[in-house]
Each structure stands twice: as structure tokens, then as C-alpha cells.
């Protein structure tokens, strides 16, 4: 099946630890995407990228790292400079920038202990 | 930037119609209207998307007036797996393809 895989689905960090994310799509989709999600909010734009060794600050990228070495894989880093990092964190693709119709992936749940 | 209101909550009932209706006064002129369904502790999924008028597809139908400062997502004959948090977006190359997001309307469906 077509679809993008999270991983870990909860991960714990201990204060002042650097933690990266997997997110791994089949799709074959030129656009990636990683968001943040609050209790009770909506979806905040971290960074995304359109293309492979590609990719741009969204709203809330200070304190996170990416990179998109290939195409399939769009790995996110949460460096000790992210001062709140718990949070759930979704990763998402689509065929194109332009194209709004986004696949997600079933998340990431971060707890700093 | 669009500012996008909608309700933070909702109840109905199973077989009724149900309509969120979402509040996008600065929407720019390229941008498109889409929603998406969230259940707890999943990925959103994507409903539909619209330009303007009346979009319908196989689990929903958006209306957008003339002036796509609102839009509303209709779901027919709601069951209770259709309880979830619905999202209004708007988005385009306007503001480099990037989605803003709504904070979301609760939908609670009753038997």
C-alpha cells in the first residue's frame, strides 16, 4: 500500500538532547511536508521541501532541522534549542506544492522528561 | 494573510445534514478553500477542495458564495464515525503555496 510511515510513534527526550523523526513516503511525491500540532490547536508549518537536497523554513522552524537527501525520505531533527518541543508532530506529502491535497502520516508524539 | 474563523464545536445527530461553515475575509485571489478530517492521534485526511461556487464528491459537498469570504462544508446524512475535528484551509500561490490553517470545529455526531 501507497503511504507514508512515522516513526517512532512516541519518542521521549531528556532536556537538552537533539531527537530526529522519520518520515518515509511511497508515494512518489516531489513535496514534503512537517507540522506541529498543540493540544487543541491547529497545524503549524515547520519546514517543507518541493524537491530533493531542497527545502524552506515554515513558520515555526527555529529549533528544528530537516534535510531531503532523496526523494522518499524527509527526515526532522528537534535540536536542545527547541524550548518546547512537546508536541505531536505529523509529517505530510503531496504530488506537488501546488497540489493541496496532502498525504499524512499517522504522527509522532514527542514528550520531553 | 487569510484570518480563518469557524466554530469550535458542533453536536448532531445520526441522518442529519451537517454544515460547518468557515469565515475567510482576506482570502487572496489565487487561493483555494479545502478541508481536512482529523480523528484523535491521526494524520488529517483530506475532504474536499474548491475555488468557488459548489464542489461535490463522494462523502461531501463546499459551498463558496461569490465573494469566497466564507465557505461551507455540507455532510450528508452524518453516522457517528463521522465524529471529528474538521479543518478549513486556504491556501495558494499567493502565499507560496502554503496552507493556513483553521483551528479546527469539533464535530460530535449523537445516536
Known amino acids: 500500500d501507497g503511504g507514508i510511515t512515522q516513526s517512532p510513534k512516541y519518542l521521549f527526550r531528556k532536556e537538552g538532547q537533539n531527537v530526529t523523526l522519520s518520515c518515509e513516503q511511497n508515494l512518489n511525491h516531489d513535496a514534503m511536508y512537517w507540522y506541529r500540532q498543540d493540544p487543541g490547536q491547529g497545524l503549524r508549518l515547520i519546514y517543507y521541501s518541493q524537491i530533493v537536497n531542497d527545502f524552506q523554513k515554515g513558520d515555526i522552524a527555529e529549533g528544528y532541522s530537516v534535510s531531503r537527501e532523496k526523494k522518499e525520505s524527509f527526515p526532522l531533527t528537534v535540536t536542545s534549542a527547541q524550548k518546547n518541543p512537546t508536541a505531536f508532530y505529523l509529517c505530510?506529502?503531496?504530488?506537488?506544492?501546488?497540489?493541496?491535497?496532502?498525504?499524512f502520516g499517522s504522527g509522532t508524539r514527542l514528550t520531553v522528561v | 494573510l487569510a484570518k480563518i474563523t469557524q466554530p469550535i464545536s458542533m453536536d448532531s445527530y445520526e441522518g442529519q445534514e451537517v454544515n460547518i461553515t468557515c469565515s475567510h475575509n482576506n482570502i487572496a485571489t489565487n487561493d483555494y478553500i479545502t478541508w481536512y478530517q482529523q480523528f484523535p492521534s491521526q494524520g488529517p485526511r483530506f475532504i474536499i477542495q474548491g475555488y468557488k461556487t459548489k464542489v461535490t464528491n463522494e462523502v461531501a459537498s463546499l459551498f463558496i458564495p461569490a465573494d469566497r469570504k466564507s465557505s461551507t462544508l455540507s455532510l450528508p446524512r452524518v453516522s457517528l464515525s463521522d465524529t471529528a475535528v474538521y479543518y478549513c484551509?486556504?491556501?495558494?500561490?499567493?502565499?507560496?503555496?502554503?496552507?493556513?490553517w483553521g483551528a479546527g470545529t469539533k464535530l460530535i455526531i449523537k445516536p
Open positions: 505530510a506529502s503531496s504530488p506537488s506544492l501546488a497540489n493541496y491535497g496532502y498525504t
Open positions: 484551509l486556504v491556501g495558494g500561490m499567493d502565499s507560496n503555496y502554503q496552507l493556513i
